[in-house]
């Protein structure tokens, strides 16, 4: 494990300076302003699409088992296929299936097969008769697409494998071609990305010692346990979540995306990718999990912090990765796909779903290989990792509701990237 050095000058200026890992002194300088540089806390929510789901809701599309954002055409769906079924009927598309007919449509196979998941959308009761007609759309692209020209951000890097791998994201995504034996091997592109994810999660993994001097010490006889402790706990969170910040601006395609969808994948995904952090962490041994200062932090921890609502589920899910062997490479892939996932406040969610599954496959490709003879139940058991963390992430969002009531107020940037109003 590889200690963090002091921040320095990060390669993309787009993500708000308030979120950005660079110490400051003075302890209370753990819980950055919220401004965000001239956006609201609510400013990357301006643009909620119809029918969204309540968030304390764990709701999954009926077409493919991804996070459902409410209901589209007549059916609860994910973004992705509520915008693939748009495409499919304003382009009276005709697919063909390579598969047999039978796909079991999920979160892999929805991109794999068009027939089936079209099918599949008819199934669960999309209308084609509640899609807005194609020149409705065609003046909406046009929009869309002045403000793609508006704010395209600037590359970072050129010529890299991975930046190679990711230059057209509008390609159409080709079936995979197994060799003979069945297994498709890792690519030398796919490679030098997952090389990358590991070497920028172990580098964004741990504070800087710096950093931890500054985080409140743990309760000495005497004090008031429950509020000491609370304050310890959510300053190493506040560090976790920036090291989780500059690790996802880091990240193969990122840095294409529009400010405000940049924002928006961050605010989503700190606390679902916190869980895999945790889990990365936790001592089998002792139950609990060892934070950057090496402290164990067990159920009783989080229940004298006055945070015990959900230390159960996530040592639950701690015990399962670890369980089933989660090595960096996976963990690192995972928390990209996790990070790229569909969000309904997104403008380019298309441009979204396209990088999500580069990760993907280069997850596939890993799993194939490493896993045998068992790859496809593994790789199938990590998809379902993802729903899990799902869960997870609407228990923290109803926590942090819960403490307002016990009178915990959460430092401002964690009240912000995970929109709890005051």
């Not at 090389?195 to 741990?206: A, D, G, I, K, T």
């Not at 000495?220 to 609370?230: A, L």
């Not at 690790?247 to 395609?253: E, M, Y």
Request: proline share 6%; with cysteine; charged share 30%.
């Amino acid at each position: 494990m590889r200690e963090r050095r002091p921040a320095s000058p990060c390669c993309c200026d787009c993500v708000p300076h308030a979120w950005h890992c660079c110490p400051t002194p003075g302890r209370e300088d753990l819980s950055p302003l919220s401004s965000l540089n001239g956006y609201s806390a609510d400013s990357c929510d301006a643009k909620k699409k119809k029918g969204a789901a309540p968030r304390q809701q764990e709701e999954l599309c009926l077409v493919c088992g991804d996070r459902a954002s409410g209901y589209h055409y007549n059916a609860l769906t994910c973004e992705g296929c509520k915008g693939f079924f748009r495409r499919s009927i304003t382009k009276n598309a005709v697919y063909q299936c390579k598969y047999g007919n039978n796909c079991e449509i999920d979160m892999y196979m929805r991109r794999k097969c068009q027939e089936c998941r079209l099918k599949k959308c008819l199934t669960v009761g999309m209308r084609p008769e509640c899609v807005v007609p194609e020149y409705q759309c065609a003046v909406k692209r046009k929009e869309k697409k002045a403000q793609k020209d508006k704010d395209k951000p600037n590359s970072t890097t050129n010529g890299s494998p991975e930046v190679m791998m990711l230059k057209d994201i509008d390609a159409k995504v080709e079936p995979e071609r197994p060799l003979s034996n069945g297994i498709k091997p890792v690519s030398p592109e796919q490679e030098e990305l997952i090389h990358r994810l590991v070497y920028f999660q172990n580098e964004y993994e741990s504070p800087s010692e710096e950093d931890l001097r500054r985080v409140t010490s743990q309760p000495t006889e005497g004090e008031d346990q429950s509020d000491v402790r609370f304050r310890h706990i959510t300053e190493i969170t506040i560090l976790t979540v920036q090291l989780i910040v500059e690790f996802a601006k880091r990240l193969p395609g990122f840095d294409k995306l529009l400010r405000e969808d940049q924002i928006a994948l961050l605010k989503a995904c700190s606390s679902e990718v916190m869980m895999f952090r945790m889990a990365r962490r936790y001592d089998v041994n002792s139950d609990s999990i060892l934070f950057a200062n090496n402290q164990p932090y067990t159920k009783d921890s989080y229940n004298l912090a006055g945070m015990g609502e959900t230390i159960e589920d996530m040592l639950r899910f701690c015990r399962q990765m670890y369980a089933m062997k989660v090595d960096n490479a996976e963990y690192a892939l995972l928390t990209a796909i996790v990070i790229f996932s569909e969000r309904p406040s997104l403008v380019e969610g298309w441009k979204v779903e396209k990088i999500q599954e580069i990760y993907l496959e280069a997850l596939k490709a890993y799993v194939d290989n490493r896993r045998r003879p068992k790859s496809g139940t593994i790789f199938a058991k990590l998809l379902s990792v993802l729903t899990e963390l799902r869960t997870l992430g609407n228990q923290n969002s109803e926590m942090c509701f819960s403490l307002k009531l016990k009178n915990k107020k959460l430092p401002p940037f964690l009240a912000e990237i995970w929109d709890v109003i005051p």
